[in-house]
């Protein structure tokens, strides 16, 4: 869904995540592997973005839930390095994502050490959501505005518009980049700088910084220097 329009001015949306039990959980590698097949996609879309919404005490190493897993609940270093090496966002679809998710676990099964049937100290519980949202009333419709706006919106205004937004776009183009196009060359690198972002390296705060840094700089004056 367009929440900015090709034209005119650009409208904050937000998003949250309702979590949803899928039914599935698994405390042995063998019953993550025979999980991972039957999860909703939705559930993938949680597990692997939805910490960027979840509230945080402190950053993990590892940026997805089940490389955490891996490593805190089974112990598995190695496997926890394998899945969290994964980058999403350079799948076409949820469906490779799942496709590669399970090879790399049924690659550390066919090692065949005792991690393969080894409790975990905790359960992984596999979990759906729905997304929901929410108009924020925010509106800008100048350039000389925008990284203003978008340093001040919040981080599910933040995660809706920049990462969800490349997931909806067929393009791989963010909100922010699509709304730009409108103004011509003028945005031209400021566009270009945008989508040379890896949009899942970084935490959200650390990618909200990036971003407005990048529209600080190319949207001063026009664009100019």
């Known amino acids: 869904m367009n929440t900015t329009g090709a034209n005119g001015p650009f409208r904050f ?15 042995t590698l063998r019953e993550l592997r025979s999980a991972v097949p039957e999860i909703p996609e939705s559930s993938l879309y949680y597990h692997f973005w939805g910490r960027m919404l979840r ?11 089940f490389a955490s897993w891996a490593d805190g609940g089974l112990g598995d270093t190695e496997l926890a390095e394998a899945l969290s090496a994964v980058n999403p966002v350079k799948c076409k679809d949820l469906g490779e994502l799942r496709s590669i998710l399970e090879d790399i676990l049924e690659a550390r099964l066919d090692q065949g050490d005792f991690l393969s049937w080894k409790k975990a ?12 949202m929410f108009d924020t009333g925010k509106v800008t419709s100048s350039l000389e ?3 203003v706006a978008v340093k001040t919106a919040s981080r599910q205004s933040f995660f809706h518009h920049f990462l969800d937004g490349r997931r909806r776009s ?9 709304w730009l196009e409108q103004f011509g060359e003028g945005t031209a690198e400021v566009r270009r700088l945008l989508g040379r972002v890896d949009s899942y390296l970084f935490s959200l705060g650390e990618l909200k910084g990036q971003i407005v840094s990048i529209l600080e700089k190319g ?7």
């Open 13 to 27: 949306m937000e998003c949250s995540l309702l979590p949803v039990s899928t039914g599935f959980r698994a405390q």
């Open 170 to 178: 067929p393009e791989g183009k963010d909100d922010f980049s699509l």
């Open 121 to 132: 100290d905790r359960e992984f519980y596999f979990i759906a959501c729905k997304k929901f």
């Open 145 to 147: 505005d925008f990284p």
């Open 219 to 225: 949207l001063r004056k026009g664009g100019k220097k």
């Open 55 to 65: 509230p945080h005490i402190a950053e993990s190493e590892f940026n997805n839930d």
